[in-house]
């Protein structure tokens, strides 16, 4: 069982809408969460970290944490079409665990 | 440096070659790490240097696969008689504490790897 979990997709969602890309993880002592964006070709880009449970927002993005559940989401609000990206989720402190990464498309 | 600088961009290798793959990282960053990414997957950790001790390199596939950070900073990941599957990118980041504690992780642009 992989240690980190996301959904492959593509997850497809219009200009202007909401993304939701989901991530679940299997070490209940993990501490530290992370969100990063790898265009194509690219190196990955940290967007997101969060810590503790509940909601942490930055700009368009709000990572959500629930340590109960072993579960951490990222928010796109407004997206756009240069949101269009692989969604890697990351586990642990300093030596992290990737999930695959979420594709995500975003539609003008 | 601006960022983490990794080279080759872009290596071929006949199966059996041995290939040296390098990374500097940021000016004064402490910790270094190594990870492979391979197509369609998350980047996998590899090993990780602080200064230059390797405090962990269980990543490490095989015994084909050797990294040294000699003088704390450059550092070399060297793979020998390399194998088709040993086709991937090779990421290399490095960090630094933050006044909040935290350590990000700031990679760079990462050297593909072909074993034909």
């Known amino acids: 069982q992989k240690e980190v979990e996301q959904n492959s997709g593509p997850l497809s969602v219009p200009e202007g809408a909401i993304a939701s890309l989901n991530c679940t993880y299997s070490?209940?002592?993990?501490?530290?969460f992370f969100w990063y964006r790898q265009y194509s070709g690219k190196s990955p880009e940290l967007i997101m970290s969060?810590?503790?449970?509940g909601d942490k927002e930055d700009g368009r993005f709000t990572a959500q944490l629930n340590k109960a559940s072993q579960y951490v989401s990222l928010l796109i609000r407004d997206s756009q079409p240069s949101d269009s990206a692989t969604y890697l989720c990351?586990?642990?402190?300093?030596?992290?665990?990737f999930g695959t990464g979420t594709r995500l498309l975003v539609s003008p | 440096g601006a960022g983490v600088s990794q080279s080759p961009r872009y290596k071929v290798a006949k199966r059996g070659q041995d290939v040296a793959l390098r990374c500097d990282p940021i000016?004064?960053?402490?910790?270094l790490f190594w990870y492979q990414q391979a197509l369609g997957q998350g980047p996998e950790f590899l090993t990780y240097?602080?200064?230059?001790?390797?405090?962990?390199k269980s990543g490490l596939p095989s015994d084909r696969f050797f990294a040294e950070r000699p003088e704390g900073s450059v550092s070399t990941l060297k793979i020998q008689r390399t194998q088709q599957e040993d086709s991937a990118v090779y990421l290399c980041?490095?960090?630094?504490?933050?006044?909040?504690?935290?350590?990000?992780?700031?990679f760079g642009n990462g050297t593909r790897l072909t074993v034909t």
């Open positions: 980041a490095s960090s630094s504490p933050q006044e909040d504690g935290t350590s990000p992780l700031h």
């Open positions: 070490d209940r002592v993990s501490q530290s």
């Open positions: 969060i810590y503790s449970n």
């Open positions: 990351a586990v642990g402190f300093q030596k992290l665990v």
């Open positions: 000016s004064g960053h402490v910790s």
């Open positions: 240097f602080q200064n230059e001790a390797q405090l962990d």
